[in-house]
C-alpha cells in the first residue's frame, strides 16, 4: 500500500519502468515449439531464464505486469546467492548497490541482550549478507536478461492462464491486451510466484501450516545514521507486546517489520494514520528525531506451506510457486534462487541429450528436501518470534530475561539466517562412504565453499558452465592418469573441465591450476596430494574422494547426471 | 547434568537446550494455567535432587529471581 494520493508505482526513490507488449510469433499464426518456457519474472523466473540462456537453451519468459516488482518485497540475498548471481554474471550490478552486513544486534526491554557476527574472513569473496531491493533485483536481472536477447524472448503483458500437461509438450495459453494464444513448449518453469495461476490450474494445492502472527511491513525514506545491521527488538517499549524488525536499504530506506497483538484488527492495523503512528513510535525508540517520508507497507502472515511433488509431468515448479516460507531468516528469495539453479542445470543437460529425462526426477528430492529443511528451522525462528501458545510464550520470556545476564540463554535470540540445504540423500550424491574418509571439508551433497586462489581472484570464480574436477596436486606434475580421466569425464560432459590445486606453481599446459600457496583451498577441503571433488553445475559437491578413484569417479559423474553405471 | 561444581555451568549443548525450550513449553501448555506453577515446582525440586548440590540450587534461585517482571 502508498500513502493516500500516491498511486502503487509511485515509489519516492524508485522509477518503475513500463514494458510494452510485443506481438509473438503466435499470433501471426506460427505455432514452433519452444524448448522452455519460463512463467513469472520475479527474481526467480528470471534467474531461471539466464542460466538456461547461459548453457544455450533458449526459453520464452512470460509476465502478466508491464513494470518490475509490485507484489512482494524480499531485501536480503545472502552470500550462496551472490556467488549464484556471479555465476549468471550479475554480481557486480548487485554488489555496487546493495548494502553488505555481516553483524545484527538484539534487545529484550530496549537492553542489548545478543551480538550476531555471521562467519566472515578475507577468505571470502561476498559478504554474508546484503540488503537491495527487490525492484532493484528484478531490474538488475532483467537488464542482464535483455544481454541475452537471441536467447531470452522476454513478453511482458503476457499471462498464463491455462495450462495442459501432454505427451511429448506442455500448452499454455497465454492472455495478452490483444487476446489469447496457445504456446508450445517442451517443458515449463512455473515461477508465478505464491499466488501461483498454474499451480490453481492444475488441481495442485499448497499443503502445510499458517503460523499464527502478523506482522505489518513498512519501508520508509530517513537519514539515520546506524551500520547496516539486522536490528531486532522484544517487548520493546515502541511494542510492548510484541517485536520489532528494523533493516537498512539503500537510498535511505529503512524496512521497518512490527507484530500486531493478537487483539489487533488487521483492517485497522493497516490504515495509514495507524501505520504512521506506530512507525513514528517505533523511530523514537530507535533515536531518531529527524523527518521521515512513508514509501510504503503491507501485511503478512507467516506459512510454512508446499507442494507434495516439485514436478509434475513437463511442468517444475520453483520460488514460491512450489512453496511459501515464513520470512525469518530469509530463506525466500534465496532459496528461490537455489530452486531456479538446480531446475536449470537439469533441464538444459536433458534438453542437451547429455541426460536422460530421469534426472528432473532429483529436482522434487533435492528442493523439497530443502524447503523442509527451511520448514524446520523457519519453524523455530517462528515459535520464537511468534510463540504459538501460553507455554512458547513463557519460555521466550524466561530465556529472553535469563539472557539479560547469562551468556548461555542469548543465543536462543540468533535469527537461525539460511544457509544452503546439503543434498546428502540426493540420488545425484554418491560413494558416501569415500566422503567418510574426510576428517573436515566440504561434505558430499554441500556447496562448495569459496577461498583467496593465490594467483588472483577466488576459487569459484574459475568455475565454468558444466561439471568441475577439482584435483589438489602436491607433486611437480598431475599423474597422466588424472589427465586421462579428464577426457573421459568431458565425453560423459561435454562442458566437464578439470581445475588443478598445487601449493607451488606448476607447468601444465592442459589443465588450468590455481596456486594454493598458502594451502586455504587445502585446509578449507580437508585436501591432500591427490584429493578429488567433483562439482556439480550448481557448485554443489556430488562426491568426493581422499585420494582419486579414476573408476569411481566416473561412475560418480554418471551418477549425477542420473545415467546410472557408467 | 554431572558436573556439579557450584555454578550453573553443565554439559548441556546448546541443541540439548533447544529441546529442552521445546519441551518445557509444550509441559506448560499441558499442566494449564492453573497448574503450571506447581509443575514448575515440583520440576525443580526434582533436578535439584538430581544435581545434588544446595549451593548451585541457591544460585539457580538467585538468578531466575533476578530482572523478574
Known amino acids: 500500500m502508498r500513502p493516500a494520493g500516491r498511486g502503487e508505482l509511485e515509489s519516492l526513490y524508485f522509477s518503475y519502468p513500463k514494458f510494452d507488449f510485443v506481438r509473438p510469433p503466435e499470433m501471426a499464426g506460427e505455432s514452433d515449439r519452444h524448448r522452455v518456457a519460463v512463467a513469472g519474472a520475479g527474481p526467480v523466473g528470471l534467474a531461471a531464464a539466464i542460466e538456461l540462456a547461459r548453457r544455450g537453451i533458449r526459453c520464452v519468459l512470460l509476465d502478466e505486469k508491464d513494470t518490475l516488482n509490485n507484489g512482494s518485497r524480499a531485501i536480503c540475498v545472502s552470500r550462496n546467492s551472490f556467488e549464484t548471481l556471479q555465476q549468471l554474471g550479475v554480481a557486480a550490478r548487485f554488489e555496487n548497490k546493495a548494502l553488505g552486513w555481516t553483524r545484527g544486534r538484539c534487545y529484550y526491554r530496549d537492553k542489548l541482550i545478543y551480538r550476531l557476527e555471521m562467519p566472515h574472513s578475507d577468505q571470502d569473496r561476498y559478504l554474508p549478507m546484503y540488503n537491495i531491493q527487490q525492484q532493484y533485483i528484478e531490474q538488475y536481472l532483467a537488464e542482464r536478461a535483455a544481454e541475452f536477447a537471441d536467447m531470452i524472448d522476454l513478453r511482458w503483458q503476457s499471462a498464463v492462464t491455462d495450462v495442459a500437461n501432454g505427451e511429448g509438450e506442455v500448452r499454455l495459453t497465454v492472455a495478452t491486451p490483444e487476446g489469447e494464444y496457445v504456446l508450445r513448449s517442451d517443458y515449463l518453469l512455473a515461477a508465478d510466484g505464491a499466488a501461483s495461476r498454474i499451480r490453481k490450474t492444475l488441481g495442485l494445492r499448497l499443503a502445510g501450516e499458517n503460523l499464527p502472527g502478523r506482522y505489518v511491513i513498512a519501508d520508509v525514506r530517513m537519514d539515520h545514521d546506524f551500520p547496516t545491521e539486522r536490528r531486532s527488538f522484544f517487548e520493546s517499549e515502541a511494542n510492548p507486546e510484541s517485536t520489532i524488525l528494523v533493516h537498512r536499504q539503500p537510498d535511505d530506506i529503512w524496512r521497518v517489520d512490527w507484530q500486531l497483538r493478537p487483539s489487533e484488527q488487521a483492517d485497522e492495523a493497516i490504515a495509514e494514520d495507524n501505520v504512521r503512528a506506530r512507525v513514528q513510535a517505533i523511530l523514537n525508540m530507535l533515536g531518531h528525531a529527524g523527518p521521515w517520508e512513508l514509501e510504503w507497507w503491507s501485511i503478512y502472515t507467516a506459512n510454512t506451506l508446499c507442494l507434495d511433488d516439485y514436478r509434475h509431468g513437463r511442468v517444475l515448479f520453483i520460488g514460491d510457486a512450489a512453496h511459501i516460507v515464513p520470512i525469518f ?56 518470534m511468534t510463540p504459538p501458545t501460553r507455554g512458547y510464550a513463557v519460555m521466550r520470556k524466561a530465556v529472553l530475561q535469563l539472557a539479560l545476564t547469562q551468556e548461555f540463554a542469548r543465543r536462543f535470540a540468533d535469527p537461525r539466517q539460511v544457509v544452503p540445504y546439503t543434498y546428502s540423500g540426493s540420488p545425484l550424491t554418491s560413494y558416501r562412504h569415500r566422503d567418510r574418509e574426510f576428517t573436515g571439508g566440504i561434505k558430499a551433497g554441500s556447496a562448495a565453499m569459496n577461498r583467496k586462489a593465490g594467483n588472483g581472484g577466488f576459487l569459484l570464480d574459475y568455475l565454468g558452465l558444466g561439471f568441475k574436477g577439482l584435483y589438489f596436486v602436491e607433486r611437480e606434475t598431475i599423474p597422466s592418469d588424472i589427465l586421462k580421466l579428464s577426457g573421459r569425464l568431458a565425453a560423459i560432459d561435454s562442458n566437464f573441465s578439470l581445475l588443478a590445486i598445487s601449493r607451488k606453481s606448476l607447468l601444465q599446459n592442459a589443465v588450468t591450476v590455481i596456486v594454493d600457496g598458502e594451502g586455504r583451498i587445502f585446509d578449507a577441503y580437508a585436501a591432500n596430494d591427490g584429493s578429488f571433488y567433483l562439482l556439480r553445475p550448481d557448485r554443489h559437491v556430488a562426491a568426493r574422494w581422499l585420494a582419486a578413484r579414476a573408476d569411481e569417479i566416473e561412475d560418480a559423474l554418471s551418477t549425477a547426471l542420473s545415467r546410472g553405471k557408467g | 547434568m554431572s558436573e556439579t561444581n557450584g555454578t550453573l555451568n553443565t554439559s548441556l549443548s546448546f541443541e540439548d537446550l533447544e529441546k529442552v525450550y521445546d519441551l518445557l513449553a509444550v509441559a506448560i501448555d499441558t499442566a494449564g494455567p492453573d497448574k503450571e506453577t506447581l509443575f514448575l515446582a515440583k520440576l525443580c525440586l526434582i533436578l535439584a535432587r538430581e544435581i545434588g548440590d544446595l549451593a548451585s540450587v541457591q544460585k539457580g534461585i538467585a538468578t531466575a529471581g533476578a530482572d523478574l517482571n
Do not use: C, I, P
Open chain 1, 329 to 384: 531468516g530469509v530463506r525466500g528469495l534465496n532459496n528461490g534462487f537455489d530452486d531456479a539453479m538446480n531446475a536449470a542445470w537439469k533441464l538444459a543437460y536433458v534438453l542437451d541429450g547429455q541426460a536422460g529425462e530421469e534426472l528432473l526426477d532429483s529436482f522434487t528430492a533435492e528442493r523439497r528436501g530443502a524447503t523442509l529443511d527451511v520448514f524446520r528451522n523457519a519453524g523455530k525462528s517462528s515459535r520464537f
